[in-house]
């Protein structure tokens, strides 16, 4: 009798855990779409109503005010949502109000990863609006956060395979990188619950198409003009191209608001990925990954490739 009273347990426990997760399944990060990752310290429901009062603050000015919606949370919203279910019914409710097909300008999902949320957006570019916030903390040092940590703009989202992100990536880099573009660039890879992507490895194949897509791409890690941001949470590769990466403090809203913010620097990378839980970027893998993109461009055969670089050879001599 114990026996099948544990195979009836173990079954209402597994069905149990499989409605969860189709309860959850709307509410998370998927591939195809487009948002904003928000880092923070131990506190994510105070982080995501801080994340949402200061995204439409600032989206109310680029884009004007959101039209069709009850407005965005507020602390005392906050303080009336004891748990996430409480939150979700409460915009379940509000969606409802506003009919059937609304969809408000940001939606907090659940982002799979512990201290990071995932706020989704509906008719912004998420690059812009954060650089448009950061540029304006940046100016004028006034602290509007408690708890936020970093603010990461999501343009674009895969599968976080190998293959599947090197095919996403061929075209989504095209903009920034490809001929006659060009750009000097550092890449800043991070994982989250993910075991199966190689850190190297992914930094490497990046490095790669971009050489491939113009040979005059150059990594610069003091000052680069773009930085590419890959961020892998479970099985979602997130990404965006991003300007003054350096200058933002690795868009840290608590840093660069900060007085004379100095560049960061390598202390500066491991206090930060400490903060969030995070793997510290690789300098050293970076310059290999540029290497072996030089080294395998001069083993390319393209008609009159090697005539350039036997000139070369010759104006060094």
């Given at each position: 009798?114990?026996?099948?009273?544990?195979?009836?347990?173990?079954?209402?426990?597994?069905?149990a855990?499989?409605?969860?997760?189709?309860?959850?399944?709307?509410?998370?990060?998927?591939?195809?779409?487009?948002?904003i990752?928000?880092?923070?310290?131990?506190?994510?429901?105070?982080?995501?109503?801080?994340?949402?009062?200061?995204?439409?603050?600032?989206?109310?000015?680029?884009?004007?005010?959101?039209?069709?919606?009850?407005?965005?949370?507020?602390?005392?919203?906050?303080?009336?949502?004891?748990?996430?279910?409480?939150?979700?019914?409460?915009?379940?409710?509000?969606?409802?109000?506003?009919?059937?097909?609304?969809?408000?300008?940001?939606?907090?999902?659940?982002?799979?990863?512990?201290?990071?949320?995932?706020?989704?957006?509906?008719?912004?570019?998420?690059?812009?609006?954060?650089?448009?916030?950061?540029?304006?903390?940046?100016?004028?040092?006034?602290?509007?956060?408690?708890v936020?940590?970093?603010?990461?703009?999501?343009?674009?989202?895969?599968?976080?395979?190998?293959?599947d992100?090197?095919?996403?990536?061929?075209?989504?880099?095209?903009?920034?990188?490809?001929?006659?573009?060009?750009?000097?660039?550092?890449?800043?890879?991070?994982?989250?619950?993910?075991?199966?992507?190689?850190?190297?490895?992914?930094?490497?194949?990046?490095?790669?198409?971009?050489?491939?897509?113009?040979?005059?791409?150059k990594?610069?890690?003091t000052?680069?003009?773009?930085?590419?941001?890959?961020e892998?949470?479970?099985?979602?590769?997130?990404?965006?191209?991003?300007?003054?990466?350096?200058?933002?403090?690795?868009?840290?809203?608590?840093?660069?608001?900060?007085?004379?913010?100095?560049?960061?620097?390598?202390?500066?990378?491991?206090?930060?990925?400490?903060?969030?839980?995070?793997?510290?970027?690789?300098?050293?893998?970076?310059?290999?990954?540029?290497?072996?993109?030089?080294?395998?461009?001069?083993?390319?055969?393209?008609?009159?490739?090697?005539?350039?670089?036997?000139?070369?050879?010759?104006?060094?001599?």
């Amino acid at each position: 009798m114990s026996a099948d009273g544990d195979k009836k347990r173990s079954r209402k426990r597994y069905a149990a855990g499989r409605g969860n997760k189709r309860f959850k399944g709307s509410r998370e990060l998927e591939v195809g779409m487009q948002g904003i990752i928000i880092t923070c310290n131990m506190n994510e429901r105070k982080c995501t109503s801080e994340a949402i009062s200061l995204l439409s603050e600032y989206a109310d000015e680029l884009y004007g005010p959101e039209k069709g919606c009850g407005g965005s949370n507020s602390e005392e919203e906050e303080e009336d949502e004891d748990d996430a279910e409480a939150a979700l019914k409460k915009e379940v409710a509000q969606l409802k109000k506003t009919g059937k097909g609304a969809e408000k300008r940001f939606q907090a999902l659940d982002s799979g990863a512990n201290n990071v949320v995932f706020i989704r957006t509906h008719n912004v570019e998420p690059d812009k609006l954060v650089h448009h916030i950061l540029s304006d903390l940046h100016a004028t040092k006034k602290k509007k956060s408690r708890v936020i940590l970093r603010m990461l703009p999501v343009s674009g989202t895969c599968k976080a395979f190998q293959e599947d992100m090197d095919k996403y990536l061929t075209t989504f880099l095209e903009p920034w990188f490809k001929t006659p573009n060009q750009a000097t660039y550092q890449i800043a890879f991070k994982a989250r619950n993910s075991s199966h992507n190689k850190r190297d490895d992914i930094i490497k194949s990046i490095a790669g198409l971009v050489g491939k897509m113009n040979p005059k791409n150059k990594v610069d890690l003091t000052d680069p003009e773009l930085s590419i941001i890959v961020e892998v949470i479970k099985t979602v590769c997130c990404v965006s191209v991003v300007p003054d990466y350096a200058l933002f403090r690795k868009y840290n809203l608590q840093e660069v608001v900060k007085d004379d913010a100095p560049k960061p620097d390598a202390a500066d990378d491991v206090k930060e990925d400490q903060k969030a839980s995070d793997p510290s970027d690789s300098a050293d893998v970076v310059k290999e990954a540029e290497e072996q993109t030089d080294k395998q461009a001069e083993d390319i055969k393209v008609p009159g490739n090697e005539k350039r670089v036997e000139e070369e050879t010759e104006e060094g001599k």
